[in-house]
């Protein structure tokens, strides 16, 4: 292995063997605390050091990283006390993630360090969005994320490095080229001679280094981290290294021929560096053994302060609470109905304008959002006033924005992202509902984002351009879900879900842009996110529903006189507002679930539920569901009218008036 010090003195040589030989020295101990049953599961990254060691040298220590399962030597770099560090590997009350998460999945803000999910490649793109931040703030800095070489064949890979190559972000991505992605080797993983060919795919410069010399790392690194910054481009960086152990200790290492250990023992990246230092003097036999004794006392110490951390006793309160950011509130709530009448679309594109008046780091991402307006022309002319830097056209990539939003909340941006349709939420899904969703819970980092959903349909747009899929999200604590009916909701909803720290879906009905008006006060005002609304009273049936469905009941009262009808709007669906729907029910005995969204597994369902176990006694007929069919929705516009919820609303309340 040939090392190259350059200018390094002896000092930063020996910190450099400090930091190397300590992950290593951590991971020999964990493997015995595995072996005696002290803590439950281990990716060791043995032989990998030099890489995750190198690159944290190389980095400032308030640029954001990126690692996965193998990278103790990201945060040992990052000087994090081991200590704190077994508190979290124990899944102790007072580790990292309160015992939530497995040993590497977390973050710390303190330490510029946001861990993983186990899908691997979702951390590429929140790199991007932290890049993306520092180039809107000026800030001279990069953001690196790492993946395996299995990581390199998701999609997510291939989202994040285009957009950093489209939109000139300074990311270094860091491939571990290991051999193995579990037992499955890089001849079954890709076609290309080396993972750093990508690259030139993407329009950005890349580099194959050896990943075991932690010289070669360290002084790339620095280069790369220069030329991002000065050039404003991502760079790909291919550590080849090999993993010495198997893929966690449970799942051994038969695939793998003996003799590849035996190669890469010899390159093995501690021992190499060790033998370099004795040759240039800079370490002798003495001072070697001193140091691993010095860091082997070192770590029994912590292990002792690990050790003393209470294990952890469930607190149901404490888990629900923490499922949220708190919200403070920003401004007060919506006053009265005054104001011009405008339509729903117009209503939309007001509050999303006066957020962004509110809030100079709001930036909004989307599909042809800039120039072209957006597909619904919702944000049409935001970007003469708000300029480009802001209102980002993307391209079609929704897991890498939605990772992207997540990137630029971990720098104190918010985001609101628009997908085109509603539809298309399920490319991005991953990073929703398990990005997005679970960071506040997983280690208290807010995701302060906002989805933007164009949803439903009776536009005949077919299967794919009209899906009602909010239940999806429902079902996903750590997000919120809002779907307004009216211009007035629209427009608070909207400033409310942007003024919320938490990511909330907002689902705007196409069909109700430009078909619903209402009045709309100029004000900036939020409507309260979890209130439901009563639209009218009425004393036999009570219909709860949201979005078209409000407008679908509000019809159906007028066209039918003789049935007195209480309506409630729930204008949230997650939270709901339980105490709203309780009362409606009350108020007449007879409810009728009403929604846009299919049948099995709509929101429809879960408050029938709870309403049966809450409000029996109130009830005088089964609660009923009128929901759209369980089908596919259907392009021709006789078929969608079958399909639609509102076709059947005339028997399911001549049902419920029969009780
Ligand atoms: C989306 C997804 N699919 C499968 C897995 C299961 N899994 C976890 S790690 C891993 C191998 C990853 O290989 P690689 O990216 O090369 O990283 P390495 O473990 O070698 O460091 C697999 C298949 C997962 N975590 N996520």
């Not at 969005?129 to 070489?149: M, P, R, S, W």
């Not at 993972?195 to 950005?204: N, Q, S």
């Not at 993307?394 to 890498?400: G, H, K, L, N, Q």
Request: with cysteine; hydrophobic share 40%; charged share 20%.
């Amino acid at each position: 292995m040939n090392f190259d010090r350059k200018e390094l003195s002896n000092e930063q040589l020996v910190d450099m063997y400090r930091s190397i030989v300590l992950p290593r020295m951590i991971e020999d101990k964990m493997l015995l605390l595995l072996r005696q049953g002290k803590i439950s599961k281990w990716f060791s990254g043995i032989g990998q050091e030099a890489i995750s060691v190198g690159a944290t040298l190389a980095l400032q220590n308030d640029e954001w990283i990126m690692p996965l399962h193998r990278n103790l030597g990201v945060f040992t770099s990052r000087k994090m006390s081991l200590g704190e560090l077994f508190k979290q590997w124990q899944g102790r009350q007072d580790g990292y993630s309160k015992g939530r998460e497995r040993s590497f999945h977390f973050g710390t803000k303190e330490h510029h360090i946001c861990g993983m999910i186990s899908h691997l490649g979702p951390q590429l793109a929140i790199a991007d969005g932290v890049a993306l931040a520092h180039k809107l703030a000026n800030e001279h800095k990069v953001a690196l994320a790492f993946t395996g070489d299995g990581g390199t064949s998701e999609g997510d890979f291939h989202e994040a490095l285009n957009v950093a190559a489209v939109w000139d972000l300074p990311v270094i991505f860091i491939i571990e080229n290991n051999g193995y992605g579990l037992s499955t080797p890089v001849s079954e993983q890709y076609r290309c001679f080396g993972l750093v060919e990508k690259a030139r795919g993407y329009g950005m410069e890349g580099v194959q280094i050896d990943g075991n010399n932690i010289l070669e790392v360290y002084d790339t690194i620095r280069g790369i981290r220069n030329y991002c910054i000065e050039n404003q481009k991502p760079y790909l960086v291919e550590c080849m290294t090999f993993r010495m152990r198997g893929h966690e200790e449970a799942s051994g290492v038969k695939y793998v021929p003996p003799a590849l250990f035996d190669l890469w023992e010899k390159k093995d990246p501690i021992k190499n560096y060790e033998q370099y230092l004795l040759k240039q003097n800079v370490l002798t036999e003495e001072t070697i053994i001193s140091i691993r004794n010095e860091i082997k006392e070192h770590i029994e110490e912590e292990l002792k302060i690990g050790y003393q951390s209470a294990p952890v006793v469930a607190n149901t309160a404490e888990e629900m609470n923490d499922v949220y950011a708190p919200v403070f509130k920003a401004s007060p709530a919506g006053g009265g109905l005054e104001g011009a009448d405008k339509r729903f679309i117009e209503a939309i594109k007001d509050g999303l304008y006066q957020s962004m008046e509110q809030y100079p780091n709001l930036v909004l991402m989307g599909q042809d959002i800039a120039a072209y307006g957006g597909a619904f022309k919702i944000t049409e002319g935001f970007l003469e006033t708000f300029g480009k830097a802001r209102v980002r056209n993307t391209p079609i990539c929704e897991s890498a924005i939605v990772g992207a939003t997540l990137g630029l909340s971990l720098k104190g941006f918010k985001a609101v992202m628009e997908m085109q349709f509603a539809d298309f939420a399920s490319v991005g899904f991953n990073q929703i509902v398990n990005n997005l969703a679970k960071i506040y819970y997983r280690w208290g980092q807010n995701a302060d984002v906002v989805i933007r959903m164009p949803t439903g349909g009776g536009v005949g747009a077919g299967p794919f351009h009209s899906q009602s899929n909010e239940a999806w999200f429902v079902h996903t604590p750590g997000l919120k879900v809002v779907y307004p009916s009216t211009p007035y909701d629209a427009k608070g909803l909207l400033i409310a879900a942007v003024n919320d720290p938490n990511p909330v879906l907002y689902f705007e009905h196409k069909a109700l842009y430009r078909s619903i008006t209402g009045p709309v006060p100029a004000a900036y005002y939020e409507v309260e996110i979890g209130k439901a609304k009563m639209v009218q009273h009425g004393e036999d049936i009570t219909i709860i529903t949201y979005g078209a469905g409000v407008h679908w009941a509000i019809e159906y009262a007028k066209n039918h006189p003789e049935v007195s009808l209480y309506i409630l709007d729930l204008r949230t669906l997650l939270p709901l507002d339980y105490e709203a729907i309780a009362t409606a029910v009350k108020a007449t005995g007879k409810v009728l679930l009403l929604h846009e969204d299919t049948l099995t597994g709509g929101i429809g369902g879960e408050i029938a539920a709870w309403i049966g176990e809450h409000c029996f006694a109130s009830l005088d007929a089964p609660v009923m569901r009128c929901a759209s069919l369980d089908t596919p929705i259907p392009f021709n516009i006789e078929l969608e009218k079958n399909f639609m919820a509102y076709s059947r609303l005339d028997d399911y309340i001549e049902k419920l008036m029969g009780y």
